[in-house]
Structures are given as structure tokens and as C-alpha cells.
């Protein structure tokens, strides 16, 4: 989380603007076939952090998708399918 004044002049992308026109991120692909949300509240926030550590560590271990979502809170506790889904968004992401 930052300060809103803190990102004046800088790019800013959001969870619309993961998608290439109608190709999505394959972040938010991994997400939909894992149903890796419920309610949705939190999608965002998850959809966004994955896709920043996946640039960073593309490979990672379950113990390093926790971590990395460890900001994050599910309020319906799907943790178990969103884990699920940053773990396929990694291997699409390789071409695996």
C-alpha cells in the first residue's frame, strides 16, 4: 500500500489493465480455471500481487506463494485454490 501522492507521475497499473484487449493475463486465466476467487472482493488484490511476484520469481515454491500473498486476505478462505491458481499462472507464464 502506498499513499496515492506518492504515485503522482508515475504509471499505475490496476487489474483492468492486466488484460490485452480481450487476451487476459494468463494470471487471471490461471485464476478462472482454478477458481481461485469466490465472492470477488479480494480478487484484485490477489490478481495484483500475483502478477508482481510471478515478474520476480517465476518459478516459485507453495512456501514462497504464501508468503508472497501473505498481505493479502481472503474473507471466504479460499486460500487453498488461489494457491492452486498462482501455481498454474507460474507454469503458463513458462509455457509449461
Known amino acids: 500500500m502506498t499513499l496515492a501522492i506518492r ?9 483492468e489493465g492486466l488484460a490485452e484487449g ?28 500475483t502478477s508482481a511476484f510471478l515478474a520476480k520469481n517465476p518459478a516459485p515454491t507453495l ?9 493479502n486476505l481472503c474473507r471466504c478462505g479460499n486460500y487453498a485454490k488461489i494457491y492452486q491458481a498462482v501455481d498454474a499462472a507460474a507454469k503458463k507464464m513458462k509455457g509449461a
Do not use: N, R, W
Not at 504515485?7 to 487489474?15: C, E, P
Not at 480481450?22 to 500481487?49: N, R, W
Not at 514462497?64 to 500473498?69: G, R
Open 63 to 71: 512456501d514462497e506463494i504464501k508468503q508472497a500473498l501473505s498481505g
Open 22 to 49: 480481450a487476451k487476459l493475463h494468463p494470471v487471471q486465466e490461471a485464476f478462472i480455471e482454478k477458481d481461485g476467487y469466490q465472492c470477488g472482493f479480494c480478487s484484485p488484490g490477489f490478481l495484483m500481487t
Open 7 to 15: 504515485a503522482d507521475g508515475k504509471s499505475v497499473k490496476t487489474v
